[in-house]
């Protein structure tokens, strides 16, 4: 018996989909990152004092805490919800903005690539069709 098709349902488009798949990509390198630095905290703070240690353990705890957002993220794009469009749209402009600002530090190349990513993306999150998923 064939399965049948409700006509109101909407498809997500293949982009978002990447997108998601990206997210969860880098969230599981966020999450790896964070973890070693906890774990190498206490190492850090009997190696080379215990600022530096201190540091890498609130860095490891921010990684983590991103790699929590993304993955929040990502499944609210495979499941079309709008608060996960929103998150998105300001986590990119915020890195838009930190990539602007690290052009003036002398990290030029990454700046740039990382500008040319965030616009790419909030250029496709902003077509009708996209936005239309995610309504």
Do not use: C, D, H
């Amino acid at each position: 018996m064939p399965k049948s098709t409700n006509s109101n349902q909407k498809k997500r488009p293949t982009g978002v989909t990447v997108l998601a798949v990206l997210y969860i990509l880098f969230a599981l390198l966020l999450l790896g990152g964070g973890g070693v630095l906890l774990s190498a905290r206490s190492y850090l703070g009997t190696q080379v004092g215990s600022v530096i240690g201190t540091f890498g353990g609130v860095l490891g705890g921010v990684l983590i805490v991103a790699a929590l957002i993304m993955f929040v993220i990502s499944y609210g794009f495979l499941k079309g919800n709008e608060w996960s469009w929103w998150v998105a749209i300001i986590f990119l402009v915020l890195g838009l903005i930190s990539e602007v600002a690290s052009l003036f530090t002398g990290q030029i190349g990454a700046g740039i690539i990382g500008i040319i990513i965030s616009a790419i993306i909030i250029y496709y999150l902003t077509r009708p069709n996209v936005k239309k998923w995610f309504k």
